[in-house]
């Protein structure tokens, strides 16, 4: 018996999240594809989508025909012509309901704050800044022509070029060893050589190979290497300046704010950064932990375009 449902996909940078639930919030399928759901991350972006929902709604045990909506929050989309390509990952044979095409922060607020006002500050594979304000107002950061040089890649880039430029001291050692075993270099030399090659030919390759390298900056902040801390610090600055910039567009005193990414959430860049806004003139900057995740705040879109009452937020945990 066909059972109505609604899809959420979280495309982020790395992977592609694909959530299939009833009308009631009950979960029927999820799928966790460690491809990317952008072009600009991977070539196969439409191939890696539209398997995923295939395969989801195998799992399902439902088809096309039984999908009342669609909601795809999908990094990269930031112009109205991006929906050019946007659009081609949800298009399937016999998907014919309404599909909603949004950048992946939009799906990961609704998530994160289950669409109360407030801000999402993601910083991961890639980076960007949201708010909603009380009058239902979208603003980014990049409305600002602002850009947080904190995602992933950007932390390594920087760390790589602090010790080629010869600041590296006694504390950070450990930080040194990792980079050369990253990189499979014998010594700083070696590094050196491997960089004034441009690292690697193909730039996603070589932005993937840095952003595996970023959870070995922000531990190595956490344990007291000065070039790591120097490095978050400046990101930290940045997500900051981005967080009071989308603030000031808030008419309340305080301003619920969440971080999302593995950048952002680890232990140093967390911490620095709600210290930093405690320290901020504009707001009161009030550290929610997500309540749902990206894919399921994708859902509740659908559940909104169908006109649905958002179900309790047990009913739409991931497992």
């Not at 009342?68 to 929050?73: E, F, K, Q």
Request: charged fraction near 20%.
């Amino acid at each position: 018996m066909s059972i109505p449902a609604v899809i959420g996909i979280d495309g982020g940078g790395t992977h592609t999240r694909v959530l299939v639930c009833d009308l009631e919030g009950r979960q029927l399928a999820y799928l966790d594809n460690p491809c990317a759901a952008s072009i600009y991350k991977d070539s196969n972006a439409v191939h890696n989508v539209r398997n995923s929902i295939i395969e989801a709604l195998a799992i399902a045990n439902s088809s096309p025909k039984d999908v009342r909506c669609v909601a795809a929050g999908i990094a990269g989309y930031d112009k109205p012509e991006d929906l050019a390509w946007v659009s081609e990952l949800t298009a399937l044979p016999g998907l014919h309901c309404p599909k909603l095409h949004m950048n992946d922060a939009v799906a990961a607020h609704a998530g994160a704050l289950r669409a109360r006002p407030g801000i999402v500050a993601i910083s991961g594979t890639g980076s960007i800044i949201l708010g909603i304000n009380e009058s239902r107002q979208h603003i980014r950061n990049y409305d600002f022509r602002h850009y947080a040089h904190s995602a992933a890649r950007f932390l390594a880039y920087d760390a790589v070029y602090e010790v080629l430029a010869g600041h590296a001291g006694a504390s950070d050692e450990a930080l040194v060893a990792s980079m050369l075993r990253h990189w499979e270099a014998a010594d700083l030399d070696s590094l050196t050589a491997i960089a004034r090659q441009g690292f690697h030919s193909d730039s996603k390759e070589r932005d993937k190979h840095f952003g595996q390298f970023a959870p070995v900056v922000t531990n190595a902040a956490e344990s007291g290497s000065s070039i790591a801390m120097a490095v978050c610090n400046r990101a930290i600055h940045q997500l900051k300046v981005g967080i009071e910039l989308i603030g000031s567009s808030f008419s309340s005193d305080t301003v619920e704010t969440a971080y999302i990414g593995s950048v952002i959430r680890s232990g140093y860049v967390s911490r620095r950064l709600s210290e930093e806004l405690a320290q901020g003139s504009n707001k009161r900057y009030l550290a929610m932990e997500p309540a749902l995740s990206p894919v399921a705040g994708a859902v509740l879109l659908a559940y909104q375009e169908l006109g649905i009452d958002a179900p309790t937020d047990s009913l739409l945990q991931v497992s």
